[in-house]
């Protein structure tokens, strides 16, 4: 049973969280117990945008190893071969990884829908995933997203985007 300790948020007597002082994703490791669940996670949003969009995590994710689990927060885009700009995460030493999405290309009266991935398994996943929100019906919404705000630059293809039905 977790200790119960006054939240320092909330003032309540609660079961105790571990929370990290400095979040580990910006090298901290003490944890102390003096936040209660509750005010932890409410905070994790907070937590995450800081983690993601710092000087502290640009420097974290540029000096870390390619195969490093640390992303650079936000959208990126970087344009391919094919002369299409396709949307990435930026990995440990900025190497990017390709997102898996679907890509509208619009030539004369067809659309060409094509998938975008980093490996063969990420597009199985993707399709896999998509089949299972149909099946199970838990989409909720789907909308065509068009270039990144502030870009009036060519060959950034439309994506498709679908938004799971909140769970309670």
């Not at 909330?10 to 571990?18: A, H, M, Q």
């Not at 398994?121 to 019906?137: A, G, R, S």
Request: hydrophobic share 30%.
């Amino acid at each position: 049973m977790k200790e119960l300790i006054q939240c320092i948020y909330c003032k309540e007597t609660k079961p105790s969280s571990r929370e990290h002082v400095l979040q580990k994703s910006l090298g901290g490791n003490l944890v102390e117990k003096f936040v209660c669940e509750d005010c932890n996670q409410s905070f994790s949003s907070i937590d995450q945008a800081l983690t993601e969009f710092s000087l502290i995590s640009l420097s974290r994710v540029v000096n870390q190893s390619t195969d490093s689990n640390v992303k650079l927060g936000g959208e990126h885009f970087i344009k391919s071969e094919d002369g299409y700009h396709y949307e990435v995460e930026m990995r440990g030493g900025l190497k990017p990884l390709y997102k898996p999405q679907l890509g509208l290309i619009f030539n004369d009266n067809q659309i060409e829908i094509k998938t975008i991935a980093s490996s063969k398994e990420d597009i199985l996943l993707l399709y896999k995933t998509l089949k299972q929100h149909i099946v199970n019906n838990t989409v909720d919404k789907i909308h065509i997203k068009n270039n990144p705000k502030n870009s009036d630059e060519k060959g950034f293809i439309p994506r498709l985007v679908l938004h799971r039905k909140k769970t309670l």
